[in-house]
Protein backbone atom coordinates (compact mmCIF):
# COMPACT_ATOMS: atom_id res chain seq x y z
CA UNK A 1 0.00 0.00 0.00
CA UNK A 2 1.67 3.53 -1.10
CA UNK A 3 1.47 5.49 2.18
CA UNK A 4 2.70 9.00 0.10
CA UNK A 5 0.00 7.74 -2.74
CA UNK A 6 -2.86 7.81 0.05
CA UNK A 7 -1.47 10.92 1.60
CA UNK A 8 -2.02 12.65 -1.86
CA UNK A 9 -5.56 10.64 -2.19
CA UNK A 10 -6.46 12.55 0.96
CA UNK A 11 -5.06 16.00 0.70
CA UNK A 12 -7.01 16.30 -2.93
CA UNK A 13 -10.60 17.43 -0.78
CA UNK A 14 -8.56 20.05 1.64
CA UNK A 15 -10.27 22.91 -0.22
CA UNK A 16 -14.06 21.13 -1.49
CA UNK A 17 -16.96 21.76 -0.48
CA UNK A 18 -17.05 24.65 1.57
CA UNK A 19 -20.16 24.72 3.96
CA UNK A 20 -20.45 21.14 3.98
CA UNK A 21 -21.28 18.99 1.39
CA UNK A 22 -25.11 17.85 1.69
CA UNK A 23 -26.52 15.16 -0.92
CA UNK A 24 -29.87 15.67 -2.66
CA UNK A 25 -33.08 14.12 -2.76
CA UNK A 26 -33.12 12.48 -6.32
CA UNK A 27 -34.80 9.55 -6.92
CA UNK A 28 -32.46 7.13 -8.53
CA UNK A 29 -29.83 7.80 -5.33
CA UNK A 30 -32.91 7.30 -2.78
CA UNK A 31 -32.23 9.10 0.11
CA UNK A 32 -35.87 8.91 1.33
CA UNK A 33 -35.53 5.25 1.17
CA UNK A 34 -32.21 5.01 2.66
CA UNK A 35 -33.84 7.02 5.84
CA UNK A 36 -36.67 4.31 5.81
CA UNK A 37 -33.87 1.49 6.26
CA UNK A 38 -31.80 3.64 9.03
CA UNK A 39 -35.11 4.14 10.94
CA UNK A 40 -35.89 0.67 11.03
CA UNK A 41 -32.33 -0.62 11.23
CA UNK A 42 -29.86 1.21 13.10
CA UNK A 43 -28.86 -0.84 16.18
CA UNK A 44 -26.38 -0.50 19.19
CA UNK A 45 -25.05 2.14 21.35
CA UNK A 46 -22.12 4.01 19.20
CA UNK A 47 -21.82 4.57 15.63
CA UNK A 48 -19.37 5.62 13.45
CA UNK A 49 -20.15 7.92 10.60
CA UNK A 50 -17.01 8.25 7.76
CA UNK A 51 -17.24 11.19 6.27
CA UNK A 52 -20.01 13.43 8.14
CA UNK A 53 -19.47 16.21 5.92
CA UNK A 54 -22.33 19.53 6.67
CA UNK A 55 -23.90 17.01 8.92
CA UNK A 56 -26.93 15.83 6.51
CA UNK A 57 -26.55 12.12 7.84
CA UNK A 58 -25.38 12.90 11.10
CA UNK A 59 -28.37 14.84 12.50
CA UNK A 60 -30.83 12.67 11.10
CA UNK A 61 -29.15 9.65 13.09
CA UNK A 62 -28.82 12.10 16.14
CA UNK A 63 -32.89 13.16 15.98
CA UNK A 64 -33.59 9.39 15.81
CA UNK A 65 -31.97 8.73 18.96
CA UNK A 66 -31.19 5.89 19.32
CA UNK A 67 -27.40 5.81 20.24
CA UNK A 68 -25.58 6.99 23.66
CA UNK A 69 -22.56 8.43 21.29
CA UNK A 70 -21.91 9.22 17.62
CA UNK A 71 -18.63 9.53 16.77
CA UNK A 72 -18.02 11.34 13.58
CA UNK A 73 -15.05 11.42 10.82
CA UNK A 74 -14.29 13.73 8.06
CA UNK A 75 -11.10 14.89 6.30
CA UNK A 76 -12.15 18.12 6.26
CA UNK A 77 -12.16 20.12 9.69
CA UNK A 78 -15.73 21.13 11.63
CA UNK A 79 -15.28 24.44 10.71
CA UNK A 80 -14.81 24.10 7.18
CA UNK A 81 -17.67 22.13 7.00
CA UNK A 82 -20.10 24.56 9.31
CA UNK A 83 -21.11 21.29 10.96
CA UNK A 84 -22.00 22.42 14.73
CA UNK A 85 -23.62 25.44 13.34
CA UNK A 86 -26.13 22.87 11.16
CA UNK A 87 -25.96 20.65 14.43
CA UNK A 88 -26.47 22.29 16.83
CA UNK A 89 -24.46 23.32 20.09
CA UNK A 90 -26.78 20.77 21.97
CA UNK A 91 -25.73 17.82 19.99
CA UNK A 92 -21.84 18.05 21.37
CA UNK A 93 -23.44 16.12 24.30
CA UNK A 94 -23.43 12.91 22.30
CA UNK A 95 -21.50 14.17 19.04
CA UNK A 96 -18.42 13.98 18.60
CA UNK A 97 -16.26 15.31 15.59
CA UNK A 98 -12.72 14.08 14.43
CA UNK A 99 -10.71 15.83 10.87
CA UNK A 100 -9.16 11.99 10.09
CA UNK A 101 -6.01 12.57 8.06
CA UNK A 102 -5.45 9.05 7.24
CA UNK A 103 -7.47 5.79 7.35
CA UNK A 104 -6.29 5.04 10.46
CA UNK A 105 -8.93 5.74 13.01
CA UNK A 106 -6.15 5.11 16.08
CA UNK A 107 -8.24 8.23 18.57
CA UNK A 108 -11.30 5.54 18.47
CA UNK A 109 -11.09 2.66 20.99
CA UNK A 110 -10.29 -0.51 19.56
CA UNK A 111 -13.57 -2.92 19.50
CA UNK A 112 -15.95 -0.15 20.40
CA UNK A 113 -18.33 0.55 17.28
CA UNK A 114 -20.79 -1.26 17.27
CA UNK A 115 -22.47 0.02 13.93
CA UNK A 116 -20.64 2.15 11.08
CA UNK A 117 -22.33 4.06 8.60
CA UNK A 118 -20.89 5.89 5.26
CA UNK A 119 -23.01 7.63 2.55
CA UNK A 120 -21.15 9.35 -0.74
CA UNK A 121 -17.57 8.84 0.82
CA UNK A 122 -16.28 5.25 -0.50
CA UNK A 123 -16.72 6.63 -4.01
CA UNK A 124 -14.15 9.33 -3.32
CA UNK A 125 -11.78 6.63 -2.15
CA UNK A 126 -9.55 4.71 -4.09
CA UNK A 127 -9.46 0.48 -3.28
CA UNK A 128 -6.02 1.09 -1.64
CA UNK A 129 -8.28 3.67 0.58
CA UNK A 130 -10.65 1.43 1.04
CA UNK A 131 -9.03 -1.46 1.87
CA UNK A 132 -6.93 0.62 4.36
CA UNK A 133 -10.43 1.64 6.28
CA UNK A 134 -11.60 -1.87 6.47
CA UNK A 135 -8.29 -2.90 7.97
CA UNK A 136 -8.98 -0.03 10.56
CA UNK A 137 -12.64 -0.76 11.07
CA UNK A 138 -11.63 -4.41 11.93
CA UNK A 139 -9.75 -3.19 14.60
CA UNK A 140 -12.33 -0.64 16.19
CA UNK A 141 -15.93 -2.93 15.56
CA UNK A 142 -17.11 -4.89 18.45
CA UNK A 143 -17.46 -8.70 17.04
CA UNK A 144 -21.49 -8.75 15.92
CA UNK A 145 -21.11 -4.83 14.71
CA UNK A 146 -22.82 -3.94 11.46
CA UNK A 147 -21.28 -1.47 8.70
CA UNK A 148 -23.62 -0.19 6.11
CA UNK A 149 -21.32 1.33 3.20
CA UNK A 150 -22.16 2.97 -0.07
CA UNK A 151 -19.29 3.24 -3.00
CA UNK A 152 -19.15 3.16 -6.74
CA UNK A 153 -19.41 0.55 -9.04
CA UNK A 154 -19.32 1.38 -12.77
CA UNK A 155 -21.88 -1.42 -13.95
CA UNK A 156 -24.34 -0.69 -11.41
CA UNK A 157 -23.86 3.79 -12.26
CA UNK A 158 -24.15 3.07 -16.08
CA UNK A 159 -26.95 0.91 -16.11
CA UNK A 160 -28.78 3.20 -13.86
CA UNK A 161 -28.09 6.85 -15.79
CA UNK A 162 -26.84 5.69 -19.17
CA UNK A 163 -26.99 9.46 -20.21
CA UNK A 164 -24.31 10.38 -17.34
CA UNK A 165 -22.12 7.92 -18.62
CA UNK A 166 -19.40 10.30 -19.50
CA UNK A 167 -18.96 10.87 -15.39
CA UNK A 168 -17.15 7.40 -15.64
CA UNK A 169 -15.28 8.22 -18.88
CA UNK A 170 -13.72 11.49 -17.29
CA UNK A 171 -12.06 10.03 -14.73
CA UNK A 172 -9.86 7.22 -17.33
CA UNK A 173 -6.12 8.38 -18.49
CA UNK A 174 -7.32 7.46 -21.47
CA UNK A 175 -10.52 8.96 -23.23
CA UNK A 176 -10.63 6.29 -25.75
CA UNK A 177 -13.41 6.52 -28.62
CA UNK A 178 -14.10 3.27 -28.33
CA UNK A 179 -16.18 4.14 -24.79
CA UNK A 180 -18.88 5.55 -27.04
CA UNK A 181 -19.32 1.93 -28.71
CA UNK A 182 -17.96 -0.14 -25.63
CA UNK A 183 -19.91 -0.40 -22.28
CA UNK A 184 -18.39 -3.21 -21.24
CA UNK A 185 -14.55 -1.79 -22.36
CA UNK A 186 -15.49 1.12 -19.73
CA UNK A 187 -16.80 -0.43 -17.05
CA UNK A 188 -13.54 -2.63 -17.36
CA UNK A 189 -11.49 0.55 -17.88
CA UNK A 190 -13.08 1.84 -14.65
CA UNK A 191 -12.66 -0.68 -12.48
CA UNK A 192 -8.75 -0.92 -13.60
CA UNK A 193 -8.29 2.78 -12.46
CA UNK A 194 -10.11 2.38 -9.16
CA UNK A 195 -6.11 2.89 -7.75
CA UNK A 196 -5.77 5.78 -10.19
CA UNK A 197 -4.51 9.36 -9.61
CA UNK A 198 -6.46 11.17 -7.16
CA UNK A 199 -7.51 15.09 -7.65
CA UNK A 200 -9.95 17.11 -6.15
CA UNK A 201 -13.47 15.44 -5.95
CA UNK A 202 -13.19 12.51 -7.99
CA UNK A 203 -14.59 9.41 -7.95
CA UNK A 204 -13.58 5.65 -7.89
CA UNK A 205 -15.29 2.97 -9.78
CA UNK A 206 -14.01 0.09 -7.07
CA UNK A 207 -16.72 -1.97 -7.84
CA UNK A 208 -18.77 -4.27 -6.09
CA UNK A 209 -16.64 -7.69 -6.42
CA UNK A 210 -13.26 -5.54 -5.64
CA UNK A 211 -15.33 -4.28 -2.53
CA UNK A 212 -16.77 -8.12 -1.49
CA UNK A 213 -12.93 -9.98 -1.48
CA UNK A 214 -11.49 -6.65 0.22
CA UNK A 215 -13.92 -6.76 3.03
CA UNK A 216 -14.00 -10.96 3.05
CA UNK A 217 -9.83 -10.44 3.06
CA UNK A 218 -10.90 -8.24 6.39
CA UNK A 219 -12.74 -10.73 8.33
CA UNK A 220 -16.28 -8.96 8.00
CA UNK A 221 -18.90 -10.99 6.80
CA UNK A 222 -21.59 -10.38 3.66
CA UNK A 223 -24.79 -9.45 4.92
CA UNK A 224 -26.62 -7.89 1.54
CA UNK A 225 -23.75 -7.68 -1.49
CA UNK A 226 -25.86 -4.71 -2.54
CA UNK A 227 -29.48 -3.21 -0.20
CA UNK A 228 -30.25 -1.90 -3.84
CA UNK A 229 -31.60 1.38 -1.85
CA UNK A 230 -29.90 3.51 -3.98
CA UNK A 231 -30.29 2.67 -7.75
CA UNK A 232 -27.26 4.59 -8.57
CA UNK A 233 -24.70 3.11 -6.21
CA UNK A 234 -24.81 -0.15 -4.17
CA UNK A 235 -24.89 0.11 -0.43
CA UNK A 236 -23.13 -3.37 1.10
CA UNK A 237 -24.24 -4.40 4.73
CA UNK A 238 -21.52 -5.88 6.29
CA UNK A 239 -21.14 -7.75 9.81
CA UNK A 240 -18.05 -8.63 11.80
Known amino acids: MNQNKLREEINSFQKLWNGGYRTGY ?25 GSGGGQWTK ?38 KQNLDFSLDHIENNSIDFVFSYDVFCHISQSGVEAYLKSLNKKCKPGSKLLIMYADPAKYINSEPENRNHV ?72
Open 60 to 97: FIYELNIFQSIQCVDVLSAEHNSFWEYMGEESKKKVKY
Open 169 to 240: IQYLPEKKFIYKLSNNKLIKDALKDSNGKPFPGRWYWVGIKNFLNLAETHNFKIEEQDLNIDYTNPITLLRK
Open 26 to 50: SEKRGQKRLEDYLRDNLVGNNLLEI
